[in-house]
């Protein structure tokens, strides 16, 4: 996993609406000239708000906006996330950093191989656009419980890509290391815009603050410092 890609100029950023990958993208213009963002529609039920924010956020990074739709990759999961008949799972605040629930909670919300399928969408356009790497936004608090959030994922899908790409690719993981409250921290610090965040599983307009993807949204908000000036801003007003 290259943090900063020495040499490189240019770079395809997976954009899911969500603060980890908005982060990530705003924080890789330091050393590359973003040149697409892409987000993906596998039939999650936040799809169109994700698709709506992370239009938002590309058009403010001044980079052309590419949505990807891949049903099958929905069709063929059990995941909450997918299944919007599906009972999300519930976390309480002081469980968020509990590891045994909240791994429970992931595989609760595990898409098959969904990490791996975006990150060689947007390599596909890398390699097809002559770009030098791919930005995710992979971090240290998902970490803990998806293996797909892991710099040992980055690195080992840097070397896949070795393979399977005619170019060099870099994977870039400039949160990989943050927690949210840090990303919040540094959003705040690099004067980036928070108020067209989606990080809610569930479908909109706006964010539950129930579902733990929001319960941790909340609290690195409010460790942040950046609550409750951006919550009227994303839709609903935290209870």
């Keep these: ?6 040499g490189a100029d240019s770079a395809v950023v997976l954009l899911s609406g969500g603060l980890d990958s908005l982060v990530a993208a705003h924080l890789a213009t330091r050393a590359y000239r973003l040149r697409l963002a892409v987000t993906a529609d596998y039939r999650q039920r936040a799809a169109d708000a994700e698709m709506a924010a992370a239009a938002q956020q590309a058009a403010a990074l ?3 906006h590419q949505g990807v739709h891949l049903p099958w990759l929905g069709g063929i999961s059990a995941s909450a996330l997918t299944d919007a008949g599906a009972a999300l799972p519930r976390l309480g605040a002081n469980e968020l950093d509990d590891v045994a629930a909240a791994g429970a909670t992931a595989a609760a919300v595990w898409v098959p191989n969904r ?7 947007a390599a596909a356009y890398a390699e097809a656009l002559g770009c030098d790497a791919v930005v995710m936004g992979i971090n240290a608090e998902e970490g803990a419980t998806f293996p797909d959030n892991t710099p040992q994922f ?23 290391e943050m927690t949210k409250t840090q990303m919040v921290m540094a ?4 004067g980036i815009p928070l108020t067209t965040l989606h990080s809610c599983y569930e479908a909109g307009p706006g ?5 733990e993807s929001c319960l941790r949204l909340k609290r690195a908000l409010e460790d942040g410092g950046a609550w409750p000036s951006v919550s009227p801003h994303l839709h609903r007003t935290g209870r």
């Design 62 to 64: 001044g980079v052309e």
């Design 207 to 211: 964010h539950c603050w129930e579902c």
């Design 1 to 6: 996993m290259d943090e900063r890609g020495a």
């Design 187 to 190: 959003a705040r610090e690099h």
């Design 154 to 176: 980055a690195d080992a899908a840097q070397r896949l890509l070795g393979y399977s790409s005619a170019r060099p690719l870099s994977v870039v993981c400039p949160v990989a």
């Design 115 to 121: 990490n791996g399928v975006l990150l060689m969408v």
